[in-house]
């Protein structure tokens, strides 16, 4: 056997389970549920994938999946084009697979990402029959030692009836040590986390497997999918320039530090580009503890801004990719990857009191916010741990562009078409045009900030029509029921919100 593949299997008598993709692939049967690896396009595994989408052309079948969050190098992709998923969990984020599930023929449970692991332990969903992860080495003692991402695999491997390990050549082994694998025990039976600051090491450096339960071991030699992050626009530069100046008004008041509190940044081009905006600000020695951690954490580390990250999963584009994994050792003391449970986990975030910024879609002139859904229908992508985060946060904030699809839609709605944070959980919502602030304050008080702060300007003269209306209505939190889902109705029909009139005084 090849020396170098020996030292990255510890223990000897694993060696000899070595076997290809396909025979690994052969023994998922139709109707078994999959916990896979991978979280956000990082660390997920890839060959039994491609070998069972390969094997279903022969012998059609089915499987449920789970995994920590969406998968990249195409695997949800091609899996959802073979039409092999029954039911997917807990978050996806491709073009094809969306569409399946909003087609009807893909199941997909939209889950908390800290509630998965919940859910798998305590056996509410069904069995996992083979838990595939990705590692980059199985130590002496047979830890799995794995790549870019945590997510659910520690919960996964535990549970599962037989665990398959790819072992990938390509992902640097220098990972090995910037994991922390804590188990949180049964509930009803367990301590509290024992973690009170984001770089404090509370359990192994890998996942701990009765290693009888490894049937197999796949080499693979693939780095994870780059990241499709879009640089800062005029938008997102605006929206971060709101959001500093807010965070300088809470440092101003005493309520915040000059180093702030520890961040989460939500996934996609906004929250990425929001974490841009404070390489640029005053703010330093920054903490982050959050889910994802994309290329702007690692110029924020590289500039000083930023002294140590928390995360689940590293994603980065391509060239980030090449310099951050040939310099791994800079990042040592700097970094730390752990179980989505935990890095999502509501006891920390409450007790860590984090500045939390996620996307919405869109929000409404109260407060409510909808990050998944397209016109209350159409999955986009999930809540991912959005809401982990918002509910339980010192400070939630949510930044969206105030418009979309060249203004034929409001990211400001009357009322949203679906929700995942309520009212109650949303402190700020950021647009490109400022922010509305809306801690300590009544519906009817918020309705005029949000209009008047955050909406585009053309869109601002039909809210306030449609608030004036409401408040003719009374109630705790006015609305025209019968004209709540109007906007939307309108956009359906005509393929704008904006009503006749409206367009007419902005053409003025
Ligand atoms: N109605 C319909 N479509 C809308 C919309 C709205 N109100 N607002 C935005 N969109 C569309 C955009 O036009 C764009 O479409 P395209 O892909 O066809 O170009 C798409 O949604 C993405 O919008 P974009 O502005 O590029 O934002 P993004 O890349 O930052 O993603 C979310 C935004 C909300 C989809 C993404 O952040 C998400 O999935 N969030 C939920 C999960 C989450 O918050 N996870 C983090 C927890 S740690």
Not at 79 to 101: C, H, T, Y
Not at 401 to 417: D, E, L, Q, R, T
Request: glycine letters at 8%; hydrophobic letters at 40%; a negative charge.
């Amino acid at each position: 056997m090849d020396k170098q593949i020996s030292e990255l299997i510890g223990d000897s008598r694993l060696r000899s389970r070595i076997v290809t993709a396909e025979t690994a692939a052969s023994w998922i049967k139709d109707g078994m549920t999959l916990g896979l690896s991978g979280f956000t396009r990082a660390g997920d595994a890839k060959a039994v994938p491609f070998a069972l989408i390969e094997k279903a052309k022969q012998q059609p079948l089915k499987v449920n999946v789970y995994t920590g969050a969406s998968l990249g190098s195409d695997v949800d992709k091609m899996m959802a084009e073979a039409g092999i998923i029954n039911k997917r969990l807990p978050f996806q984020a491709d073009s094809v697979m969306r569409k399946k599930i909003n087609q009807g023929e893909i199941l997909f449970i939209d889950q908390h990402l800290s509630h998965t692991a919940e859910l798998v332990r305590s056996d509410v969903l069904n069995p996992i029959d083979f838990a595939i992860v990705e590692a980059v080495s199985i130590t002496e003692d047979g830890m799995i030692i794995p790549s870019t991402s945590v997510g659910n695999s520690s919960i996964f491997v535990k549970k599962a009836r037989h665990v398959i390990v790819e072992l990938n050549t390509a992902q640097p082994k220098e990972l090995k040590g910037l994991h922390d694998i804590y188990e949180v025990g049964k509930q009803g039976k367990r301590e509290p986390i024992p973690l009170t600051k984001v770089d404090d090491r509370i359990g192994t450096i890998g996942i701990s497997v009765d290693e009888d339960k490894i049937i197999g071991i796949v080499l693979t030699n693939q780095l994870d999918s780059p990241s499709t992050i879009v640089p800062p626009d005029a938008e997102t530069a605006a929206i971060a320039n709101h959001l500093i100046n807010f965070l300088r008004k809470e440092v101003a008041a005493g309520r915040l530090s000059e180093n702030l509190a520890p961040i989460q940044a939500g996934i996609g081009s906004v929250a990425n580009a929001v974490l841009y905006g404070l390489l640029d600000s005053e703010f330093s020695n920054l903490e982050v503890y959050s889910e994802v951690l994309q290329d702007a954490m690692f110029d924020l580390i590289d500039a000083g801004k930023v002294r140590f990250a928390s995360g689940c999963s590293i994603t980065l584009s391509q060239n980030k990719m090449k310099q951050v994994y040939s310099n791994l050792d800079a990042y040592r003391d700097k970094l730390i990857l752990r179980p989505q449970e935990i890095s999502n986990h509501p006891e920390i975030v409450r007790r860590l009191g984090l500045i939390s910024i996620n996307t919405a879609l869109e929000a409404d002139i109260y407060g409510n916010v909808n990050s998944t859904h397209v016109r209350g229908t159409n999955m986009m992508n999930g809540i991912g741990g959005s809401g982990d985060f918002a509910r339980n946060a010192r400070l939630t904030i949510f930044v969206t562009k105030s418009i979309a699809k060249n203004g034929a839609i409001s990211s400001i709605v009357p009322f949203v078409s679906h929700v995942d944070h309520t009212e109650h959980d949303v402190d700020v919502i950021i647009t490109e045009y400022g922010y509305a602030d809306l801690r300590g304050l009544a519906p009817i008080e918020r309705a005029p900030l949000i209009i008047e702060n955050c909406a585009h300007p053309d869109y601002r003269p039909q809210l306030r029509e449609y608030f004036k209306e409401a408040l003719k209505r009374g109630g705790q939190t006015p609305h025209v029921l019968e004209k709540a889902f109007s906007w939307h109705i309108h956009y359906e029909k005509y393929g704008t919100m904006m009503e006749p009139k409206y367009q007419l005084q902005t053409q003025q």
